[in-house]
Nanobody, 125 residues
Framework: QVQLVESGGGFMQAGDSLRLSCAAS????????VGWFRQAPGKEHEFVAA????????IYADSVKGRFTISRDNAKNTVYLRMNSLKPEDTAVYYC??????????????????WGQGTQVTVSS
């Protein structure tokens, strides 16, 4: 079992930058893919970004490509999501998730077995 805890959310202005963290405890997730998803009020979960266990590959949703960067520090058992040029449409609860079955990054929500509780990001115009 692995526990994921997100942190770093907050209330931001459009154009601001923010870094979210996803810390794992219980087990190391260095060999496993980790993804970020978000859910805005009244909407379905949306894929944001994912990183492979080897750090060799990252994938992004088109809506955040060029603005968000996912990275990981396996020594700290932590994955980060750097968000630049925030927009009001980025407002959502952001969740990190670990895919315990594979190392390759995927955007498929059902592939991720472990989820954090989420952290709120609110961006005002």
């Amino acid at each position: 079992q692995v526990q994921l805890v997100e942190s770093g959310g907050g209330f931001m202005q459009a154009g601001d930058s923010l870094r979210l963290s996803c810390a794992a405890s219980g087990r190391s997730f260095s060999n496993h893919a980790v993804g970020w998803f978000r859910q805005a009020p009244g909407k379905e979960h949306e894929f944001v970004a994912a990183i492979s266990g080897s750090e060799e590959s990252t994938i992004y949703a088109d809506s955040v490509k060029g603005r968000f960067t996912i990275s990981r520090d396996n020594a700290k058992n932590t994955v980060y999501l750097r968000m630049n040029s925030l927009k009001p449409e980025d407002t959502a609860v952001y969740y990190c998730a670990a895919d315990w079955s594979r190392s390759v990054a995927t955007a498929l929500r059902y592939e991720y077995e472990f989820w954090g509780q989420g952290t709120q990001v609110t961006v005002s115009s």
